[in-house]
T-cell receptor
Framework: DGGITQSPKYLFRKEGQNVTLSCEQN?????MYWYRQDPGQGLRLIYY???????QKGDIAEGYSVSREKKESFPLTVTSAQKNPTAFYLC?????????????FGDGTRLSIL | DQQVKQNSPSLSVQEGRISILNCDYT??????FLWYKKYPAEGPTFLIS?????DKNEDGRFTVFLNKSAKHLSLHIVPSQPGDSAVYFC??????????FGKGTRLHILP
């Protein structure tokens, strides 16, 4: 079945450590997105990519980095510069239709600090 | 500055009655609007969308209404069912651009 796979489901980070969250899609979507969800904050956009080898900062990009070397993959690295990384991270992709259509989401990765 | 606002953090509705979730936006360039449903520890699921050329879109029990002059949209669920209990996110975008989400409204369907 086509879909978006995020791994791992739970992740723990030590102080000063970088961690990478995986997002893979087999929907042949051009655009991919990373969001962060905190209680009472809704979904806030971290980074997005409209096409391979290109990406843009969202509203809260500080302390995060991404790459888009393949259409299917859009990994997110939470760096040690991100001082409050504990959150639920969601990856999404969107079809290449004119207007984009709705996003499809993965099931998320919950990141916690040890 | 919040471009998409859901001013009700939570809403309780009796089973079988109508649930009305509201959303306001500030960016007049938005021309595509969506509603998503989310259960805890899962990703949001797309429910229904509407483009700015319409004022209503219906899909089964779900209807979205758009009032462009008021920059307001609403989601109606009729009749409400226990499985509708979830967090609902309103979202908006300019054509083909990034999607901006509201903070969500938690809907409780009461037996």
């Amino acid at each position: 079945d086509g879909g978006i796979t995020q791994s791992p489901k739970y992740l723990f980070r030590k102080e000063g450590q970088n961690v990478t969250l995986s997002c893979e899609q087999n929907l042949n979507h051009d655009a991919m997105y990373w969001y962060r969800q905190d209680p009472g904050q809704g979904l806030r956009l971290i980074y997005y990519s409209q096409i391979v080898n290109d990406f843009q900062k969202g509203d809260i990009a500080e302390g995060y980095s991404v790459s888009r070397e393949k259409k299917e993959s859009f990994p997110l690295t939470v760096t040690s510069a991100q001082k409050n990384p504990t959150a639920f991270y969601l990856c999404a992709s969107r079809p290449p239709d004119r207007g984009g259509g709705p996003q499809h989401f993965g099931d998320g990765t919950r990141l916690s600090i040890l | 500055d919040q471009q998409v606002k859901q001013n009700s953090p939570s809403l309780s509705v009796q089973e079988g009655r109508i649930s009305i979730l509201n959303c306001d936006y500030t960016n007049s360039m938005f021309d595509y609007f969506l509603w998503y449903k989310k259960y805890p520890a899962e990703g949001p699921t797309f429910l229904i969308s509407i483009s700015s050329i319409k004022d209503k879109n219906e899909d089964g029990r779900f209807t979205v209404f758009l009032n462009k002059s008021a920059k307001h949209l609403s989601l109606h669920i009729v009749p409400s069912q226990p499985g509708d209990s979830a967090v609902y996110f309103c979202a908006a975008s300019e054509w083909g651009d990034k999607i901006i989400f509201g903070k969500g409204t938690r809907l409780h369907i009461l037996p």
